[in-house]
């Protein structure tokens, strides 16, 4: 049993019997002082949603560090974006709240009456916020060193990471999806979300019944291939349309049916290869400036003697964390890692930049040797982590001089706007944890978690992990209802 600091310590066995010899045991610790707080926890994780699941739950003072609750907060569980907590510390530790990404264009070759006789190369390192604009900005540059075509190929350099484009836990039915889209160190994003690797395809009734609906991709390009397989119907007709990447493909099949003056059909996919949708983008863009490729589009790495013709910075790391924490995006996380281990070990993969992570939670004296991690952002259901790990990581990292950074890319309870309340904007509303909880989401199949500060109505600053693993149906409610408790706390 943990023991707590100049406080008595209560401890509560409550053993069920369903059958004989068939005990199960659930240890939970507080302090004396914390009698009313332990008993309000106790009844929610007694809830018949969590009968059969695991819960492990951590409270403690952000002043002090002191434990306040536990309940099964040493064993480990999945924490799902909760990984996210370790992945973003690490990082902010490693590389710095003002770290950027760097996107660069080389020329090989001499520039003779505004040809260039060589090949033109797009390098990336990692970049995960390209927009069409930035390949803009980057073709004008190309344009201002007097190059108005080039004679040979246009060329994609990913190799500042290695080429494993998905963490290994990674299900086949998620490869599609935009929360599991392939990492490499040179893509490129729709929009202001910065899902990289993704492009929205968006699905608009056609004018008259019977016509296949329109479709429209952002950004534009010939990287996806269309297969329009829907029809547009009567205006009381049914909305069923689906929009899914043929698996190994770049073909992204549309079907179903759409009503007249209906709404939009819209999904974000991943497409297979975004350095080839990040190379599709510039060509594109070299077009509209005025610039003719004559060779093709190909995949090598830039040559030692080329000479740089362009470049882009990306925004500082610390508001990359907004996009980053606030919506949870999990192409940011894994970025993150590679980043990390190419920056520390001149190694841009998984494994090194895990080992970064282990590193850094040990320097603070959270033991990572009681958890597993296999990537960046909590996709995996291999992570395991305990939640006393994960509050103690929290108080912890209140003594670094990136924590305001840290603190301000949290979700907020119950605040609507999308880049502040994040993941937590349409939760929590109305009670005293609106606006109050500053907390890291979770959730996969079976997962929920939830993780950061709230002050009580004692004035009390405190520090919370929820992981609840194993149930079935919906316990997201008992969570919130965990952290309300918290922040009604009157001590």
Request: aromatic share 6%; no cysteine.
């Amino acid at each position: 049993m943990r023991k707590l600091s100049n406080a008595a310590v209560l401890t509560l066995t409550s053993l069920v019997l369903f059958f004989p010899f068939q005990p199960v045991q659930t240890e939970v610790t507080a302090s004396l002082e914390h009698e009313e707080l332990v008993d309000q926890l106790n009844l929610l994780l007694s809830d018949e949603k969590l009968d059969g699941a695991l819960s492990g739950v951590s409270v403690r003072s952000a002043d002090t560090g002191e434990v306040l609750y536990e309940h099964d907060a040493h064993d480990r569980l999945k924490p799902a974006s909760n990984m996210k907590l370790l992945t973003g510390a690490a990082a902010m530790d490693s590389l710095g709240p003002e770290h950027t990404f760097d996107t660069q264009v080389f020329s090989e070759g001499k520039v003779k009456g505004g040809k260039l006789h060589g090949n033109l190369y797009l390098k990336g390192k990692g970049d995960p916020t390209l927009l069409y604009e930035d390949f803009h900005g980057l073709a004008q540059q190309v344009k201002d060193q007097g190059i108005r075509s080039v004679k040979g190929n246009l060329i994609a350099d990913d190799t500042w990471y290695d080429d494993i484009r998905l963490s290994e836990d990674i299900s086949w039915n998620d490869e599609t999806r935009y929360y599991a889209s392939q990492i490499s160190a040179l893509t490129a994003s729709p929009n202001k979300d910065y899902d990289a690797g993704t492009v929205i395809v968006a699905a608009y009734p056609a004018a008259e019944e019977g016509e296949e609906a329109v479709v429209e991709v952002t950004p534009e390009t010939d990287h996806v291939t269309i297969i329009n397989q829907t029809k547009t119907v009567a205006e009381d007709g049914e909305k069923d349309v689906t929009i899914e990447r043929k698996h190994g493909t770049n073909e992204i099949i549309v079907e179903g049916t759409i009503p007249l003056e209906g709404s939009r059909s819209r999904s974000w996919v991943a497409v297979d290869e975004p350095s080839g949708l990040a190379l599709d983008l510039f060509q594109r863009a070299l077009e509209e400036a005025g610039i003719k490729v004559k060779g093709k589009l190909t995949y090598a790495q830039t040559p030692e003697k080329s000479d740089l013709v362009a470049s882009h910075t990306s925004m500082a790391l610390e508001d990359l964390f907004i996009p980053f924490m606030k919506l949870s995006n999990n192409g940011h996380a894994e970025v993150l890692i590679k980043e990390m281990g190419r920056t520390v070990y001149d190694e841009g993969s998984w494994d090194k930049g895990l080992d970064v992570v282990e590193e850094y939670v040990q320097t603070i004296d959270v033991d990572a040797d009681t958890m597993r991690l296999r990537d960046g952002s909590g996709m995996s259901h291999v992570n395991m982590v305990p939640a006393d790990e994960i509050s103690e990581l929290l108080y912890k990292v209140r003594q670094e001089p990136w924590y305001d950074a840290f603190y301000t890319s949290l979700p907020v309870a119950g605040k609507e706007e999308r880049f502040v309340g994040g993941t937590l904007r349409n939760r929590m509303q109305d009670t005293a944890a609106e606006g109050n909880v500053h907390a890291k989401t979770g959730s996969l199949t079976g997962v929920t978690s939830l993780s950061g500060y709230v002050t009580a109505k004692s004035g009390d600053e405190l520090i919370f992990s929820i992981l609840l693993n194993n149930y079935l149906g919906s316990v997201q409610v008992i969570e919130d209802e965990l952290a309300v408790t918290l922040a009604e706390y009157e001590g």
